[in-house]
């Protein structure tokens, strides 16, 4: 599983989760935290389709993030791409995570 993160930080809350190897929408941009980690920011359709919970919590507007590479937590590589446009999906309505408890 990979955190989606309310700000890029390792520290911060999650909305939920992404699975490796699940084709997921993000802005064409990474960010990189205070240690220098890249994260990527999920689409707001994609967190809506990944984390519909967050549509009914206190920010209902938020943004997600996601780690790009977990080596230093020694989980390797957590997302790769961007993809070639033919292997991007026409519909994302698999990309579904659970809240943290």
Avoid: Y
Avoid at 38 to 43: D, H, N, S
């Amino acid at each position: 599983k990979v955190f989606v993160k309310k700000v890029p930080s390792e520290m911060a809350r999650s909305w939920g989760w992404v699975h490796r190897g699940q084709k997921i929408q993000v802005a064409p941009q990474t960010i990189l935290d205070e240690n220098k980690r890249e994260w990527v920011e999920l689409t707001f359709l994609q967190l809506a389709r990944s984390c519909p919970e967050r549509l009914c919590s206190d920010d209902p507007l938020g943004r997600g993030f996601a780690l790009v590479d977990g080596d230093h937590l020694g989980l390797g590589a957590l997302l790769s791409g961007p993809l070639p446009a033919q292997e991007c999906p026409e519909c994302l309505e698999e990309a579904q995570c659970t809240a943290e408890e």
